[in-house]
């Protein structure tokens, strides 16, 4: 369940409402008494994402989980809405030419969208030889970008940039201050490396630190409605740390155990 598309989930639980349900599996990531990150809506991510693009007048880059096509979709339509182009990697471009048919979706064809560009970096031979990449990258070379383009056209760029392609920086030279926000679950603690190690990349550079992000599970309030809403006849909590607060919601709940096994009937 994704609480990113609403309809999707929305048509989810009207369906498990009609067939009166025996079983509810629900994973509770964020069933706490207090949120202790910051998430915000997907229309939310879209809209301050939109204003940081529209307010700087250099190169944006952003990550995000590289499936997210709901966060991917937010990104592409403000670099529409700015009149800029989107830049992504060969693999995410695979990806949406493999997705782009489901009207479900809504995603642009890397193929024939004029909004996207596609960034390739350089292999072995340390050019841009059609023999260095792989059959299925080459197929979107007539899409290609590289790093003197970008570093050349900065203002017109949001760039998808992925954590492992950091060191395209070098290259890129980003101009001080161009912003980079980060569309990913914050880390748990201080001292998550690659949290680190992203953040000595952007002040190397110069890079303004955004985050946003919208979380992809639903919170307290959501799981609770679900719940009450299914009234499913067993409810098993999985993926939480509070299967106490699941408790609260229904006389339905179980608590399970590592190794136990549970009859549906």
């Known amino acids: 369940m994704r609480a990113l598309r609403k309809d999707l989930t929305e048509e989810f639980v009207d369906k498990a409402m009609h067939c009166r349900a025996d079983v509810l599996i629900c994973e509770g990531t964020r069933m706490a008494l207090k949120e202790k990150r910051q998430n915000y809506s997907e229309s939310q991510v879209e809209q301050m994402s939109n204003r940081i693009v529209s307010s700087t007048g250099k190169i944006v880059f952003v990550t995000h989980y590289s499936r997210d096509m709901d966060r991917f979709r937010s990104f592409y339509k403000v670099a529409v809405k700015n009149e800029r182009k989107m830049v992504i990697s060969p693999k995410t471009a695979y990806l949406l030419s ?26 072995k031979s340390g050019t841009y030889d059609d023999a260095d ?26 760039l998808d940039l992925d954590f492992y392609q950091f060191a395209e920086l070098i290259d890129i030279k980003p101009e001080s ?19 680190e190690v992203l953040h000595n990349w952007l002040d190397h550079f110069g ?14 309030e959501q799981i609770v409605g679900l719940v009450k809403d299914i009234d ?14 699941f408790q609260q919601i229904s006389k339905n709940v179980l608590r399970t155990e590592i190794g136990k096994e549970y009859k549906i009937q």
């Open 98 to 123: 493999k997705l782009v048919n489901d009207e479900h979706l809504d995603l642009p064809d890397p193929l024939k969208d004029n909004n996207v560009l596609v960034y390739y970096k350089r292999k």
């Open 133 to 158: 990449y792989y059959l299925w990258e080459r197929q979107f070379m007539e899409k290609m970008v590289n790093c003197e383009y970008v570093y050349k056209n900065q203002r017109k760029l949001i």
């Open 177 to 195: 201050g161009s912003p980079f926000i980060r569309s990913m679950s914050e880390p748990f603690s201080e001292e998550d490396i690659e949290d």
């Open 207 to 220: 890079v303004q630190f955004h985050q946003l992000h919208a979380s992809g599970h639903l919170n307290r």
């Open 232 to 245: 499913a006849r067993k409810v098993f909590p999985v993926h939480t740390e509070n299967a106490d607060l």
